[in-house]
């Protein structure tokens, strides 16, 4: 079984709890106000499975120029 590092929190790991919770809460939202807040959830997915296959995400790069450190080192990165 695979489990994460948790001694830290690295760019990846926030943006996977960012990604869930923007779509948990565009679900809540859903439930609670107008269904068209799944659009937001929809947008989510397809940011993430851009991110997966492009490696591109703008919260990344927002997140590493807040600060956030990958987990991986520079020599494996772009």
């Known amino acids: 079984m695979y489990a994460a590092k948790t001694d830290r929190w690295y760019l990846e790991r926030i943006l996977a709890c960012i990604a869930g919770i923007v779509t948990l809460s565009s679900v809540v939202l859903a439930l609670i106000h107008s269904p068209y ?9 397809l940011n993430e499975i851009m991110f997966g296959i492009a490696g591109f995400c703008l919260t990344s ?4 120029a807040l600060g956030a450190k990958p987990r991986l080192p520079q020599k494996y990165q772009r």
């Open 61 to 64: 790069n927002i997140l590493y």
């Open 37 to 45: 807040w799944l659009l937001l959830a929809a947008f989510t997915g």
